[in-house]
């Protein structure tokens, strides 16, 4: 059993030399042998995401219950994928922000030489890009403002994401915010090396990193949840 202390901020080092295993020995019989182990693992990565779901909930409000709900099950669906090995080789996590007024969602991915924290609109249905482009077609300025701000071009570089590559249907290639427009995907990223994840101020920088998301999420929340007049939907 995993007790938890001062040090359930730390990201476990086992946690990720198990991934290394793991990836050598991406086999069901490997992996029941070393089911134990991965128990194990699981339980440590599990107080460090508890550690994450209380730095969100300080600053914002939060629909998943726990790190252990917030945990991908470390079992990959291949019924449709040509990658046929049956195990995750990362710790990977979701957390949901509470309401229908609440958009986006916290994404962390820990994974030996692919680490990284994210968050956004990974695939928004027809009517919500439609929203989303219509709201930058009207004024661009706002999210410029948000895109240009130290805090977000420090952390994240700049907005990620799937792009058509010509112009949107519907919308005029002259728009001031085409470049805007063009995006499929509004996903912000930031990545980590392996180095960064074992050290002590990662759980802080993690923190960091979801709450400098906020002004995002927080326009994109606006522009999706109301309609005339700003009134909520």
Do not use: C
Not at 162 to 176: I, L, M
């Amino acid at each position: 059993m995993i007790k938890k202390t001062f040090r359930q901020t730390l990201f476990p080092s086992s946690a990720i030399a198990f991934l290394k295993k793991l990836k050598r020995n991406n086999n069901r019989e490997w992996f029941n042998t070393n089911k134990n182990k991965f128990l194990e693992e699981q339980a440590r990565v599990e107080l460090f995401a508890e550690a994450l779901l209380a730095e969100l909930n300080s600053h914002d409000m939060i629909e998943t219950v726990s790190g252990r709900k917030s945990l991908y099950h470390i079992y990959r669906d291949v019924r449709f994928s040509e990658n046929k090995t049956p195990y995750r080789t990362s710790w990977s996590g979701y957390f949901k922000r509470a309401g229908k007024q609440r958009r986006g969602g916290y994404y962390y991915h820990i994974e030996p030489g692919n680490n990284f924290i994210a968050g956004g609109f990974w695939g928004p249905n027809p009517a919500d890009l439609k929203r989303i482009r219509d709201e930058i077609a009207f004024d661009d300025a706002p999210l410029r403002a948000i895109l240009k701000r130290k805090s977000f071009v420090s952390t994240f570089g700049s907005l990620q994401g799937e792009q058509v590559k010509t112009v949107p249907r519907g919308f005029d290639a002259g728009n001031a915010g085409i470049d805007l427009l063009r995006f499929k995907q509004f996903l912000l990223i930031r990545r980590f090396s392996d180095a960064a994840v074992l050290d002590e101020t990662f759980h802080e920088e993690a923190g960091r990193t979801f709450r400098n998301m906020r002004p995002f999420f927080d326009y994109m929340s606006e522009v999706l949840s109301t309609g005339v007049n700003g009134v909520a939907e």
